[in-house]
């Protein structure tokens, strides 16, 4: 098992479930991306190009899946959150139930789709 694997396995519910599912809604949307561990926690790539990643907040309670390209996102941009973050935006769950898989799905199909773009718009 990879470390990537062992750290979504490892998490306590509903952190554990909420990855799961997420990182499956990935592999679905996104076939072909690998999964790497990469400070830490699980980031998921396209080739050499970041697109998303999964952490845990223990302390506050929630499950984040965050774009590297959030810059350049038009969907659904009312559901991403910054909290204190210049460039990273992200989607925020606190348990399965929450979890809107059409808005996920969108939001992953709108990052897959501008992997191209860097972190930050150029002018």
């Known amino acids: 098992m990879n470390p990537a694997e ?6 306590h519910e509903p952190f554990r479930s909420v990855l799961l599912h997420l990182k499956a809604v990935i592999e679905v949307v996104m076939p072909g991306v690998d999964m790497k561990y990469k400070w830490r926690i699980p980031c998921f790539y396209d080739g050499k190009r970041p697109i998303c990643y999964l952490n845990v907040s223990q302390k506050k309670g929630y499950v984040d899946i965050a774009f590297w390209n959030s810059e350049h996102l038009t969907v659904h941009l009312e559901h991403l959150i910054t909290e ?4 990273v935006k992200s989607l925020r769950y606190t348990s399965l139930e929450e979890i809107d898989t059409t ?3 969108e939001v992953l199909q709108n990052a897959y789709a501008l992997k191209e773009k860097g972190f930050y718009k150029r002018k």
């Open 103 to 105: 808005v996920l799905t």
């Open 6 to 11: 062992e750290y979504i396995l490892n998490q």
């Open 84 to 87: 204190k973050r210049k460039v």
